[in-house]
């Protein structure tokens, strides 16, 4: 486990580095966004398809998206409960439910998985996200921002779901794999050779989006409880769903790992759009990405 951190840690440490010395004269913010935008609708959606058209789906997958539910909705209300002990802006209170709800289970979640547990550990990733974060995120996660952001958009969260692309591969490679569909060989190199370049991308971009200039004591003092929720309270909860639902071995530790991942990063983009405190959110985000390369391996030692 920590072999995979430290690696985890050195990819991340080059996207920061960029960050302060443009590779080619590019600044890291527009290289992120370049890098993100492939992964997004190119690499990403192939290593989905690839992965859920072949791996075993069952009453597993259900006991994954429900453990991954709840954490994600219980950590919500924990965060709106901490939140009336806190003098909070309508924009700190969005952003600070956002980053206590939704973990990155793809950008750091898929990579150490996909390292402690090969192609099974990837399966995990995804449904653990794309079976119920990302759905969380797109409807519940969308209408709080609105509500409480600052901003002239009007939302429609199914039109949003629809516009992912790596959904619906999820959608098509769920499907292929219980009709019984084989995947042709031509099919299982070229989207193999695709989802390969997603985990080295996606750390890359990861430390690309570090903004250390935030990590002030007076910042990550008033986001601390958004931290706690994240890195605590979230993989308790869904240890306790995943114990109560009698998943045992690697799948257990596996999904209670996806839990304890840092704040997703994709958040950022929903505070800039609906008008919340950006800053508020990139400093949580930061100190937890840092934070969990310790907790990480903690959690792994006490599962396994």
């Not at 409960?81 to 793809?106: D, E, I, K, Y």
Request: hydrophobic share 60%; net charge neutral.
């Amino acid at each position: 486990m920590f072999s995979v951190i430290a690696q985890m840690a050195f990819t991340i440490g080059l996207g920061v580095l960029w960050r302060y010395y443009p590779v080619g004269g590019l600044t890291a913010d527009r290289a992120r966004i370049a890098l993100t935008t492939s992964v997004y609708y190119f690499f990403l959606p192939a290593l989905v398809l690839d992965v859920l058209w072949r791996a075993p789906l069952g009453v597993d997958t259900f006991k994954i998206m429900l453990a991954a539910a709840t954490g994600v909705l219980v950590s919500m209300a924990a965060m709106f409960l901490a939140a009336r002990f806190m003098t909070l802006t309508r924009g700190q209170l969005g952003a600070l439910v956002l980053a206590a709800s939704f973990p990155n289970a793809t950008y750091m979640g898929l990579p150490l998985l996909s390292s402690l547990y090969g192609d099974a550990g990837k399966a995990i990733a995804i449904q653990y996200d794309l079976f119920a974060c990302t759905p969380l995120l797109l409807s519940v996660g969308l209408l709080l921002a609105a509500r409480l952001g600052q901003h002239d958009e009007v939302v429609h969260p199914i039109k949003s779901l629809l516009l992912v692309p790596p959904l619906w591969a999820a959608i098509f490679g769920a499907a292929f794999n219980l009709i019984g569909l084989p995947q042709p060989d031509w099919a299982q190199g070229f989207l193999g050779r695709m989802g390969g370049a997603v985990v080295p991308i996606m750390l890359l971009a990861l430390g690309m989006s570090l903004r250390l200039s935030t990590l002030t004591p007076r910042h990550l003092w008033r986001v601390s409880p958004a931290l706690l929720i994240q890195i605590i309270l979230m993989p308790l909860i869904v240890l306790a769903v995943v114990t109560a639902l009698h998943l045992t071995g690697d799948l257990r530790v596996a999904v209670v790992l996806e839990a304890a991942t840092p704040v997703m990063i994709l958040g950022l983009v929903l505070c800039d759009r609906f008008g919340l405190d950006t800053e508020m959110y990139a400093t949580t985000a930061t100190a937890s990405i840092l934070l969990v390369l310790v907790t990480l391996p903690l959690w792994h030692y006490l599962l396994v």
